[in-house]
Structures are given as C-alpha cells and as structure tokens.
C-alpha cells in the first residue's frame, strides 16, 4: 500500500511540476528574447486573437517597419493596450489607423508611432486566463497551495521511506541470524 501512495505522490508531483514549468516558460522566457506578452481581454481581434490567449509582441519593430495588415500592440490611453491591426500607416504624420477583426469599423482616434509597444507574431490560447488570475489575491493564494501541494508529495514518500527501509533491515538480520 505504501507503494502505491508513494508513486502515486510521485507521479503527481511530477506532472503538476512539470505543468508549472511549463506554464513559466511561456510567459516569462519570450521577455528574455524582447517579447512583451499581452493576454488577450475582448473579442476585438477575433477569430485571430482568442479572448484568453496570450499574444507575444516583439518590442524591438521600429514604427517604420510597420506595414498596413500588421497586428500591433499600443497604448490607447496612458495605462491601457490595445492590440489590433494596422489598416494605414501614415509615415507622413507618424500614426496608424487601426481597427479590431472583429470590428465592423476602424477605431476612432489614429495611433501615434510613439504609443507603438511592437508588432504582436504570435499566440497561444487559454494561458492568458493563468496570467490575469495569477496577478488575483484568489491566484496568489492558489499558487501558494499548489506549492504546498507539490512540496506534501515529495513529502509523503519520504516520510514513508524510513519505515520501509527498516523493515528491510529487519528482514535481513533475521535472515542472517536464522543461518
């Protein structure tokens, strides 16, 4: 039985490790690589960005890179990003006009080249959930128990592990007396 639990504890861990591993690789390894990763918070952009998904946004794209047809991540307001797509890119006046996907039209007010965060290449569904519920007291609280979770089973085996091995010990001295 107790073998049982201690593989059982074992294989868990393993997984839920290698979960959170995963989970930190994607959003915290692209910022290495001068990637600004945004979750996805309306269907402005859908079917090309998924409410939920994280978009990864090179922040090294000068504006003049920037072509009509380019998703881009920029400031709409002092604290607030947007991502949709270029549709003009005035060089002229230094701004783009932008519109969501999903919009039927552009967006209001023209953005300028110095609001540009950088041009969004690629996506992933369902891990932006993880990283706004993270940022939650609720996320924070979870995390800590997944943590105490995982450090439980990596425990258990262990606590179980003397017994065994003593049991063991026994078995073998008496073997060793009976001879």
Known sequence: MKKIICKGCNFLSSI??????????????????????LAVLSGSMEPTYHVGSVVYIDK???????????????????????????????????????????????????????????????????????????KTKIGIITACIVLSVVILLYAVPELLKPEAEEKKKRKVLKNVEEK
């Open 16 to 37: 839920i490790l290698v979960v959170v591993v995963a989970i930190v690789v994607v959003l915290l390894c692209p910022r290495a690589f001068g990637y600004d990763i």
């Open 60 to 134: 090294n794209v000068d504006a003049n890179q920037i072509e009509a047809g380019d998703a881009i991540a920029f400031y709409k307001e002092q604290n607030v990003v947007a991502t949709h797509r270029a549709i003009e890119v005035d060089k002229e006046k230094e701004q783009f006009i932008t519109k969501g996907d999903a919009n039927d039209s552009k967006d209001i007010n023209p953005i300028p080249f110095s609001s540009l965060i950088g041009k969004a290449v690629f996506t992933i569904p369902l891990i932006g959930y993880v990283s706004i519920y993270i």
